[in-house]
Nanobody, 116 residues
Framework: QVQLVESGGGLVQPGGSLRLSCVAS????????MSWYRQAPGKERELVAT????????IYADSVKGRFTISRDNAKNTVYLQMNSLEPEDTAVYYC?????????WGQGTQVTVSS
């Protein structure tokens, strides 16, 4: 079955950096688009970034452009989110997502808290 396991979250000061990882299994990772979403308290889940199977096509939310970088390692079935210049507004649970066989699969999420 499809499994997505995120890691790398934590508490960081404003201006700091974190790198999130999502290890995937149960599907042919190298052939699917992968996405990172986030959900802040009291808000709807929102798209952060999406990467194509080859990594050649990437989309970012306007709020993270220039600060976040999505990447993938198809040999390791892993997608990453490098987050720099973090702001308190980036505080949220971050999820990776894949859509396969007409279904949407989510990981369990990893908490990112940006606070001094």
């Amino acid at each position: 079955q499809v499994q997505l396991v995120e890691s790398g979250g934590g508490l960081v000061q404003p201006g700091g950096s974190l790198r999130l990882s999502c290890v995937a299994s149960g599907f042919t990772f190298s052939t699917y688009y992968m996405s990172w979403y986030r959900q802040a308290p009291g808000k709807e889940r929102e798209l952060v970034a999406t990467i194509s199977p080859s990594g050649g096509s990437i989309i970012y939310a306007d709020s993270v452009k220039g600060r976040f970088t999505i990447s993938r390692d198809n040999a390791k079935n892993t997608v990453y989110l490098q987050m720099n210049s973090l702001e308190p507004e980036d505080t949220a649970v971050y999820y990776c997502k894949v859509r396969a066989w007409g279904n949407t699969y989510w990981g369990q999420g990893t908490q990112v808290t940006v606070s001094s």
